[in-house]
C-alpha cells in the first residue's frame, strides 16, 4: 500500500478546523460570536423591549440620557438693531443654543451656544436683512436637544430702528436737513436749518424762538451701546434767516465737524474776519468749524468765501476729508465768468455760475487753498449743488449744468481732471444732483439718477470708464465695498458707477 506523506499544520490552522466541525451545542453558549446573534435575534423580536444599558462597545454601562425638556422663550427688541432672548430653565440640560432661519425658510442655523446657567442673550441684527428671521432656543444634553416655541420678529421690527429728536424740538425746525456720520458710526451731525433759537456758540439757551430759520446743529454719540445728546450747536453770530445747518459733514474720527450756513448775510471776507455781525450781503453764506478737544467742543474757524457777494449762497454743500484736514464748499449762485482755476473771482457776469472752495487745516488754523471753476461758462450751471470728496482730500467731484465735473490735487495745485456726461439727456433722470466718492485706491463716482436707461450711453473720457448702472437692491453692498457714504434713495433711483482709475 502506498505511503501518504506526513504533512504538518499550523497549530492555529489545526484549531480553526476543530472548531469548525463542532455543533452550536458542542461550541456552548459563550461563544461570542453567537451571543451576539442570539441577541440581536431577541431584540429582533421584541422591538418595544429596550435594554436597561447601551451596549455599543466600550459603554456597556452607560445608561441612556433622555432630552430635556423645551424652554419657553421670548424675543423683545430692547435697543436699536438689538433683540433680547429670555427663557426659562430646565432641569437636565448642559447647554442652550439659539438658531436663527433668516428667510423664514424653515432652514435655522445656530448662532449662539451658551451655558446652563444662562437664561438671557442680547443680538445685534440687520433690520433690512433679519425683517423675517424666525429664532428658536434648543435645551441640549448627552440625549439630544428639545426646541422651544418658535419666535416671530416681523411685527415688532420698526421699534429697532433709531429715532432722534432734538432736546428743543419744534414744528418746521426741518431737523435732519442734513445728516453725516463718523467712519465707526458711533457720531452723527445732524442739522436743523430752520430752527428759531437766538442763542450762540455750543450748548446755548434753546427755549427762545425769536429768530426763524437761524438754524441749529446737534451731535449724537454712541456710548456703551446707547445714543445720547452730546452738543446743541449754533453759530457765532446766529442771525435771522441764516439756514446754519443746511449742509453738515464730520470727520472720520468724529472729532472735526463742519457746518453749511448758505443764507448767512455779513460782508465779511476770508477765514474768521470781524464782519459777523454785518448784516449787509443778504445769503453770501458762510462755514463754520467745531472740534471735539477732550470730550468739549467748540468753534475754531468762521470762514467766508474769498470773494464773497450777496446771493452766492456760499456754504450750500460742505464736505470734510477722513482726516478733517481738507474742507471742500459749494456756492452755486457765485457769478464770476472765470474758466481758470484761482483765477477771475472778481467778475459777477454770469449769474448763478457757482464755484468751489478748497480749504487747508494745519492745527487749529484754515487757509483758502483753492478756488476753483470749471473751463467752461455756462449761466445757471449752479455748481456746487451736489458735492464729493475722496477720503483723503485729493479728488472733488461737482455738478455743473448736465455735466459732473472732477477736479484733482496734484501737490500743491489742483487740475479739472474729467467731464462725465450723459450721451442723451432728459431733464426727468435729475443726473448728478447727488454725487459720492469712494475713498479706496481704484477711484468710483456714484452718480444716482432718476429712471436712467439702460441703453443711454455715456461719453467716455480718456480717464474714465463706465462700469455699470445698479439699482438701489444691491447698491447697499456696493456703497459698503467702496467704503461710501450715500443718503438712502427711493425704489425709482438708478446708480451709476463710473471707475476713474488709481490715484
Given at each position: 500500500?502506498?505511503?501518504?506523506?506526513?504533512?504538518?499544520?499550523?497549530?492555529?490552522?489545526?484549531?480553526?478546523?476543530?472548531?469548525?466541525?463542532?455543533?452550536?451545542?458542542?461550541?456552548?453558549?459563550?461563544?461570542?460570536?453567537?451571543?451576539?446573534?442570539?441577541?440581536?435575534?431577541?431584540?429582533?423580536?421584541?422591538?418595544?423591549?429596550?435594554?436597561?444599558?447601551?451596549?455599543?462597545?466600550?459603554?456597556?454601562?452607560?445608561?441612556?440620557?433622555?432630552?430635556?425638556?423645551?424652554?419657553?422663550?421670548?424675543?423683545?427688541?430692547?435697543?436699536?438693531?438689538?433683540?433680547?432672548?429670555?427663557?426659562?430653565?430646565?432641569?437636565?440640560?448642559?447647554?442652550?443654543?439659539?438658531?436663527?432661519?433668516?428667510?423664514?425658510?424653515?432652514?435655522?442655523?445656530?448662532?449662539?451656544?451658551?451655558?446652563?446657567?444662562?437664561?438671557?442673550?442680547?443680538?445685534?441684527?440687520?433690520?433690512?436683512?433679519?425683517?423675517?428671521?424666525?429664532?428658536?432656543?434648543?435645551?441640549?444634553?448627552g440625549g439630544g436637544c428639545s426646541d422651544s416655541n418658535p419666535m416671530k420678529i416681523?411685527?415688532?421690527?420698526?421699534?429697532?430702528?433709531?429715532?432722534?429728536?432734538?432736546?428743543?424740538?419744534?414744528?418746521?425746525?426741518?431737523?435732519?436737513?442734513?445728516?453725516?456720520?463718523?467712519?465707526?458710526?458711533?457720531?452723527?451731525?445732524?442739522?436743523?436749518?430752520?430752527?428759531?433759537?437766538?442763542?450762540?456758540?455750543?450748548?446755548?439757551?434753546?427755549?427762545?424762538?425769536?429768530?426763524?430759520?437761524?438754524?441749529?446743529?446737534?451731535?449724537?454719540?454712541?456710548?456703551?451701546?446707547?445714543?445720547?445728546?452730546?452738543?446743541?450747536?449754533?453759530?457765532?453770530?446766529?442771525?435771522?434767516?441764516?439756514?446754519?445747518?443746511?449742509?453738515?459733514?464730520?470727520?472720520?474720527?468724529?472729532?472735526?465737524?463742519?457746518?453749511?450756513?448758505?443764507?448767512?448775510?455779513?460782508?465779511?471776507?476770508?477765514?474768521?474776519?470781524?464782519?459777523?455781525?454785518?448784516?449787509?450781503?443778504?445769503?453770501?453764506?458762510?462755514?463754520?468749524?467745531?472740534?471735539?478737544?477732550?470730550?468739549?467742543?467748540?468753534?475754531?474757524?468762521?470762514?467766508?468765501?474769498?470773494?464773497?457777494?450777496?446771493l452766492d449762497t456760499f456754504g450750500h454743500q460742505v464736505v470734510l476729508s477722513a482726516?478733517?484736514?481738507?474742507?471742500?464748499?459749494?456756492?452755486?449762485?457765485?457769478?464770476?465768468?472765470?474758466?481758470?482755476?484761482?483765477?477771475?473771482?472778481?467778475?459777477?457776469?454770469?449769474?448763478?455760475?457757482?464755484?468751489?472752495?478748497?480749504?487747508?487745516?494745519?492745527?487749529?488754523?484754515?487757509?483758502?487753498?483753492?478756488?476753483?471753476?470749471?473751463?467752461?461758462?455756462?449761466?445757471?450751471?449752479?455748481?456746487?449743488?451736489?458735492?464729493?470728496?475722496?477720503?483723503?482730500?485729493?479728488?472733488?467731484?461737482?455738478?455743473?449744468?448736465?455735466?459732473?465735473?472732477?477736479?484733482?490735487?496734484?501737490?500743491?495745485?489742483?487740475?479739472?481732471?474729467?467731464?462725465?456726461?450723459?450721451?442723451?439727456?432728459?431733464?426727468?433722470?435729475?443726473?448728478?444732483?447727488?454725487?459720492?466718492?469712494?475713498?479706496?485706491?481704484?477711484?468710483?463716482?456714484?452718480?444716482?439718477?432718476?429712471?436712467?436707461?439702460?441703453?443711454?450711453?455715456?461719453?467716455?473720457?480718456p480717464t474714465t470708464t463706465v462700469v455699470r448702472i445698479l439699482g438701489p437692491p444691491?447698491?447697499?453692498?456696493?456703497?459698503?465695498?467702496?467704503?461710501?457714504?450715500?443718503?438712502?434713495?427711493?425704489?425709482?433711483?438708478?446708480?451709476?458707477?463710473?471707475?476713474?482709475?488709481?490715484?
Amino acid at each position: 500500500m502506498k505511503k501518504i506523506p506526513y504533512i504538518s499544520l499550523p497549530l492555529f490552522l489545526l484549531s480553526f478546523l476543530s472548531a469548525s466541525c463542532l455543533t452550536n451545542t458542542e461550541r456552548g453558549p459563550l461563544y461570542d460570536g453567537d451571543k451576539k446573534d442570539v441577541i440581536e435575534e431577541e431584540q429582533d423580536r421584541s422591538p418595544d423591549i429596550k435594554p436597561d444599558r447601551d451596549l455599543s462597545e466600550g459603554n456597556d454601562s452607560s445608561p441612556l440620557i433622555d432630552a430635556p425638556a423645551a424652554v419657553i422663550a421670548t424675543v423683545q427688541i430692547v435697543d436699536i438693531k438689538t433683540l433680547e432672548f429670555e427663557w426659562s430653565s430646565v432641569n437636565g440640560v448642559e447647554e442652550y443654543k439659539i438658531l436663527e432661519d433668516k428667510n423664514a425658510s424653515g432652514d435655522f442655523a445656530e448662532i449662539f451656544t451658551l451655558s446652563k446657567e444662562v437664561g438671557k442673550k442680547k443680538y445685534s441684527i440687520s433690520l433690512y436683512q433679519n425683517r423675517r428671521s424666525i429664532y428658536k432656543i434648543q435645551s441640549c444634553n448627552g440625549g439630544g436637544c428639545s426646541d422651544s416655541n418658535p419666535m416671530k420678529i416681523e411685527d415688532m421690527i420698526n421699534e429697532g430702528i433709531g429715532y432722534f429728536k432734538a432736546h428743543n424740538a419744534e414744528k418746521r425746525d426741518f431737523f435732519g436737513a442734513s445728516i453725516s456720520m463718523n467712519d465707526d458710526g458711533s457720531v452723527i451731525v445732524v442739522g436743523a436749518k430752520w430752527e428759531k433759537s437766538n442763542a450762540t456758540g455750543i450748548d446755548g439757551d434753546s427755549v427762545d424762538n425769536s429768530l426763524n430759520n437761524a438754524g441749529a446743529a446737534y451731535v449724537f454719540q454712541k456710548i456703551n451701546g446707547q445714543w445720547k445728546q452730546k452738543a446743541y450747536l449754533k453759530a457765532s453770530n446766529t442771525g435771522l434767516k441764516d439756514e446754519f445747518g443746511g449742509s453738515v459733514s464730520i470727520s472720520a474720527d468724529g472729532k472735526t465737524i463742519a457746518v453749511g450756513a448758505r443764507s448767512e448775510s455779513s460782508a465779511g471776507i476770508g477765514v474768521n474776519g470781524n464782519s459777523q455781525d454785518d448784516d449787509s450781503a443778504p445769503s453770501a453764506g458762510a462755514v463754520y468749524v467745531f472740534v471735539n478737544t477732550n470730550d468739549k467742543w467748540s468753534q475754531i474757524a468762521y470762514i467766508k468765501a474769498s470773494n464773497s457777494q450777496t446771493l452766492d449762497t456760499f456754504g450750500h454743500q460742505v464736505v470734510l476729508s477722513a482726516d478733517g484736514q481738507t474742507l471742500a464748499v459749494s456756492a452755486p449762485n457765485e457769478a464770476s465768468n472765470s474758466t481758470t482755476i484761482n483765477e477771475g473771482e472778481n467778475d459777477n457776469s454770469v449769474a448763478d455760475n457757482g464755484a468751489l472752495y478748497v480749504f487747508r487745516r494745519a492745527g487749529n488754523t484754515w487757509t483758502q487753498e483753492a478756488y476753483l471753476k470749471t473751463n467752461e461758462t455756462t449761466p445757471v450751471a449752479s455748481m456746487g449743488v451736489a458735492l464729493a470728496m475722496s477720503g483723503d482730500g485729493n479728488l472733488l467731484a461737482t455738478n455743473y449744468g448736465r455735466a459732473v465735473f472732477i477736479f484733482k490735487r496734484n501737490g500743491e495745485e489742483w487740475i479739472q481732471k474729467a467731464k462725465i456726461l450723459p450721451n442723451i439727456f432728459d431733464e426727468s433722470d435729475h443726473f448728478g444732483e447727488t454725487l459720492a466718492l469712494s475713498g479706496t485706491e481704484a477711484i468710483f463716482l456714484l452718480v444716482p439718477v432718476m429712471k436712467m436707461e439702460r441703453e443711454k450711453v455715456l461719453i467716455k473720457t480718456p480717464t474714465t470708464t463706465v462700469v455699470r448702472i445698479l439699482g438701489p437692491p444691491i447698491f447697499s453692498d456696493v456703497r459698503k465695498k467702496a467704503g461710501l457714504k450715500m443718503p438712502t434713495l427711493n425704489p425709482v433711483i438708478q446708480i451709476l458707477v463710473i471707475f476713474l482709475g488709481k490715484r
